[in-house]
C-alpha cells in the first residue's frame, strides 16, 4: 500500500516536549520507526508535519491526488478543533486512522471529543509511538477486507 502518516503541531517537538505524555523518542526516531516498519510490511511510506491547520488540509488533499491508499494522522491538539480536517478526510474518502501517543481518554475533559474520529476507520490511543505502527496494521486489516 502506498501510505502518508500526517503529523499535527507540537509532534515535531517530540522527545522533548512533556515526556511523561509522550516519551523520549524524538520525531525523527519515530519516522524511523514507521519506515523500518512499513519496508518489511512492503508498504511505501512518506511523512508529512505541519504546526498549521491548513497546511494539514492541504496534505489530505494531496493525498487523492497522489494515490495515497491509506493515511495515518495525528492531528494533535486540532483533534478536539478541527472541523476542516474531518471535512478534508471526508473530501477525499482515503482510508485514515487516528493516533494519539498518549492515553486522550484519561485525560482533560477537552481532549475527549475528537472531530476527525468521525471520518476515520480506526483510533489508537495510549500505545506510545508504537500506535503508529498499530495504525499501519489496522489500514492493512481494512484494505483486505
Ligand atoms: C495527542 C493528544 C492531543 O490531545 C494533544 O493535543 C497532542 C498529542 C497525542 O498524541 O496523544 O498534541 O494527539
Known sequence: MKLLVINGPNLNLLGL?????????????????????????????SFFQSNHEGALVDAIQQAYFDGVEGIVINPGAYTHTSVALLDAV?????????????????????????????????????LGTDGYLRAVDLLEEHHVR
Open 17 to 45: 516536549r512533556e515526556p511523561d505524555h509522550y516519551g523520549r523518542e524524538t520525531y525523527q526516531q519515530l519516522l524511523d520507526k514507521i519506515r523500518a516498519y512499513c519496508g518489511s510490511r512492503g508498504h511505501e511510506v
Open 90 to 126: 471526508k473530501a477525499v474518502s482515503i482510508p485514515t486512522v487516528e493516533v494519539h501517543i498518549s492515553k486522550v481518554e484519561q485525560r482533560e475533559d477537552f481532549r475527549q471529543v475528537s472531530f476527525i474520529r468521525l471520518a476515520c476507520v480506526g483510533t489508537v490511543t495510549g
